[in-house]
């Protein structure tokens, strides 16, 4: 299925490029049956002093998208972000087993919230859109084995919070409230109203 056969998205009229190496997105954008070039954006990824992490991932996605569009200016360009927050506070992603470990057994049975941002841009129209999702997930409590296991996946170690929603790390999962792709790093119904926001902006 190709973009132009979608029942919501109608033909952007130009490519589409996704500043992200996250196969969880890829994945996401298959699955409609959307054609991308995937262009990982080169940026530094630090918080800022007293920055909010809202701020924080909202600016995030939008420097990716505009990173991406100073290589593709002509192409319509997607940046992407994701953090969890657990007590207001935000989880990296695990770098090594301990790091994992001590991640999910301070997730375990507690609730936490995944934010993501995405932004759209179009250099040469000037096009610059951005929008952030909210998902609150809960875990189950969690047995050191249990968490051993999971770690043992590698499952944990390019995810923001240490886990995958959509692998191994669904059966860690007790309830969600709201956008389960949100929680996969690609909030689909951002995607549907900036998508619509491109396609109005080239009839105004």
Known sequence: MSSAEHPF???LGRDLVLASKSP???LILKQ??????MLPAELDESVRP???PREYVTRLGLQKALWAST????ELCLGCDTVV???GEMLGKPKSPPEARATLTSLAGKEHLVLSSLAMVQAEEGFRRVGLQETRVGFRSLSSAEIEAYVATGEPFDKAGGYGIQGF???LVAWIQGCYFNVM???LEVLRRLWCDYIESKTD
């Open 169 to 171: 790390g669904s059966m």
């Open 185 to 187: 790093g690609l909030p």
């Open 24 to 26: 969880r997105r890829s």
């Open 85 to 87: 927050l657990l007590e």
């Open 32 to 37: 409609h049956g959307l054609k991308f070039e």
């Open 50 to 52: 007293q920055e909010d």
């Open 71 to 74: 290589q593709r200016p002509l």
């Open 9 to 11: 998205l109608k033909p």
